[in-house]
């Protein structure tokens, strides 16, 4: 390789290694910011999520006899939709959504998330939301053929108004399958599902006659509360646990990114010190070649 070609390689590995020293700071500065609120967040929203399936459970009977009273009952059909309980009008469909992104760098959490995604959609008849762009054009690829409903999203931070839009959207279904990121550690991220609309746990018979609660106002208020304000809020605690989730993928991505760049930089080092060890050597070899050249004639003028 010509020397002016080993500095211009030395120097585009340089921009590029304090590119990605930026992405990696940006990533980490992110991370430190929403890492804490959001694993503490898990913990109580789950918690949340327990109790209103555990409800759904321990009142089976009281929610149905509440759900005829609406006329909600009649509504629905037999079959699937007619386990669903609820006290909100809804359509007895399922719907299964993928959050991805719209950009890249994030390792291979998309493309796991969306083959967990495309496993469980492939033979099921449930609707389809797709959020983000690389989402879609995956699932455009693979299934060409379905309907899907599409939401554009930031990747850098959690809209208010485009996340109301969504959970409008999926308001009206019985049953809301969510596949996403899921953040373990800073070297462990993995694709999970997450049921964000109160469906009943496994539990024993013995542990369901055993629930008791007392509510204020009522079970019917507390229900309709539970599906409407803390279905919002397990919805965007999903979106939160998917940001945290790609980001830390990128961070991981980045660093061996930059290991790599380091590697190259020490072998485009190393070629330059060689090619300016030949170049010096080349200057010595002319020098004494012409010092040799003019010292032959004068040799021979002193003989003559």
């Known amino acids: 390789m010509p020397r002016r070609n080993i500095f211009e390689e030395t120097e585009r590995l340089s921009i590029l290694r304090l590119l990605i020293e930026t992405y990696e700071g940006i990533a980490a500065m992110t991370i430190r910011r929403i890492r804490n609120s959001v694993l503490q967040n898990r913990e109580f929203y789950a918690g ?3 109790l209103f399936a555990e409800i759904k ?3 089976k009977e009281d929610v149905r006899s509440l759900m005829a009273r609406r ?19 809804r359509n007895g469909k399922t719907v299964y959504v993928l959050l991805s992104a719209n950009t890249g760098l994030y390792g291979e959490l998309i493309g796991k998330t969306f083959a967990m995604f495309l496993k469980n959609i492939r033979w099921s008849d449930a609707d389809c939301v797709i959020i983000g762009k690389m989402g879609r054009a995956l699932f455009e690829a693979a299934m060409p053929q379905k309907k899907i409903t599409y939401f554009d999203f930031p990747d850098t931070h959690i809209s208010s108004a485009e996340l109301g839009e969504i959970t409008q959207h999926l308001h009206q279904y019985a049953h ?12 462990d991220q ?9 469906e009943e746990r496994a539990l024993g018979e013995a542990a369901r006659a055993a629930v008791s609660y007392i509510f204020e106002p009522s079970l019917e208020d507390i229900m309709i509360f539970f599906e409407s304000e803390i279905f919002a809020s397990l919805l965007g605690q999903v979106f939160y646990e998917s940001r945290l989730a790609k980001v830390a993928s990128r961070l991981m991505l980045l660093d061996r990114a930059s290991l790599n760049v380091d ?9 330059q010190r060689q090619a300016q060890r030949q170049l010096a050597n080349k200057k010595q070899i002319n020098a004494l070649s012409g010092v040799a050249l003019w010292g032959t004639p004068t040799k021979s003028l002193i003989k003559s």
């Open 71 to 89: 006329g909600i009952g009649q509504a629905l059909a037999d079959g699937a939709a007619s386990k669903s309980l609820s006290l909100i009008r």
């Open 176 to 187: 809301v399958v969510v596949f996403h990121g899921s953040f373990r550690s800073f070297i």
């Open 48 to 50: 949340l999520a327990d």
């Open 190 to 198: 993995h694709p999970v599902l997450s049921r964000v609309s109160g």
């Open 263 to 271: 590697a190259a930089l020490r072998r485009s080092f190393l070629k």
């Open 57 to 59: 459970s321990a009142y």
